[in-house]
């Protein structure tokens, strides 16, 4: 019986119980296996735990820096660079694709024109970015075989999808959908031969910890990459990467790498730094910044004259326009009140 093709949207295993090998066999012994296996070699790194021939996300709320971190760092691997974000690029020049179906491609060239006068070797055509024709969805069989045929076209062997959310319909967090989408994104990366990363964006953390459980359908999706990074940025606005998870290699679990973006959307490292040290710092300064915002309210509004200013007025311009929340606000008013600078009064009825 003759075996059905693979294909993405279908992936057959490769085993076929009615292929003319009559006594298949399942598992062997270690020494066999040992001596049948004995020219494989391991696939290199490409960075960091990243292998070649892997396929990963890298996860994180909006704004947080994601896509230019990746704009970048697929500019160090095209180019030739050495290192990027100071860990090595075991692999250089790999022929690499950016497809972006969230944005337009002039914007993102602009980026890119700046970003590339930053590289100490020129391109040489090792970059290739996705066109308008591309489809902004890729749901249904048709468009997952024009994705297929956009990356096989390309000759690329480093690729970088911009996002997972416009891979799928439905809710990321059921796991159907996430099983499905983990299978067709584990399927293309090995029948094109590629080393494929992922943009996945998450919702806000709010001052906690990036953790695989940050990862919208984490438990599926996390089984199936080999990498994950997150990326996040603190609530006084400081971006760090982290090592969340590998499959091939030990992550640093002791400390995350800040970073800047500047005006050319570069990415300037900063310091290494434990997370839970960096989101406490950050927690305290934006906590002293959100106490000046209501002391200074209250100053605006008796600064002519005016003794009492009603709670409820103070909530309308700060809590009810999204600048702070609600218990950050009535946390602020207790520690004004315990320090003596605000005096809270007693509503008084009058009958």
């Known amino acids: 019986m003759k075996k059905e093709n693979t294909s993405i949207l279908n992936a057959k295993s490769d085993f076929d119980l009615n292929t003319s090998n009559d006594n298949p066999r399942f598992s062997d012994s270690v020494e066999n296996l040992l001596e049948e296996f004995k020219d494989h070699k391991t696939n290199p790194f490409i960075w960091s735990g990243i292998m070649k021939g892997s396929f990963g996300f890298v996860y994180g709320p909006p704004k947080s820096g994601k896509t230019i971190f990746c704009e970048n760092l697929a500019l160090a691997i095209a180019s030739g660079e050495s290192t990027f974000f100071n860990i090595p690029i075991q692999l250089t020049r790999q022929k690499t694709l950016f497809i972006s179906m969230e944005e337009r491609i002039e914007p993102r060239l602009e980026r890119i024109e700046k970003q590339k006068k930053h590289l100490k070797t020129p391109l040489r055509n090792n970059l290739n970015l996705s066109r308008g024709e591309l489809p902004n969805w890729i749901c249904c069989p ?4 024009i994705l297929k045929k956009s990356i096989a076209e390309s000759g690329a062997t480093f690729v970088v999808i911009d996002s997972l959310g416009r891979l799928h319909k439905g809710k990321i967090e059921e796991s159907d959908v996430a099983k499905e989408i983990a299978i067709k994104l584990r399927t293309l990366t090995h029948e094109l031969k590629i080393t494929l990363l992922v943009i996945h964006h ?5 001052g906690k910890p990036i953790t695989l459980d940050s990862l919208a359908g984490s438990r599926l999706l996390a089984q199936e990459a080999d990498f994950t990074f997150g990326i996040n940025r603190t ?4 971006r760090y990467l982290k090592e969340v998870s590998f499959r091939y290699k030990s992550e640093d679990a002791e400390t995350v790498g800040t970073f800047k973006i500047n005006e050319n959307c570069i990415i300037e490292i900063g310091v290494r ?3 839970d040290s960096l989101l406490k710092q950050s927690d305290n300064r934006y906590n002293d910044i959100n106490l000046q915002k209501v002391f200074k309210l209250i100053e ?3 600064e002519n004259g005016k003794k009492t200013v009603a709670t409820q007025e103070l909530k309308d311009d700060l809590v009810n326009s999204g600048k702070i929340s609600s218990p950050t606000f009535y946390k602020h008013i207790k520690t004004l009140e315990g320090s003596g600078k605000i005096k809270k009064l007693k509503k008084v009825n009058i009958s």
Do not use: A, C, M, R
């Not at 998450?202 to 709010?206: A, G, R, S």
């Open 273 to 275: 730094i434990s997370e």
């Open 300 to 302: 605006q509004l008796t």
């Open 202 to 206: 998450t919702p806000k953390l709010n």
């Open 142 to 145: 048709s468009e997952w075989e």
């Open 235 to 238: 609530q006084d606005g400081i």
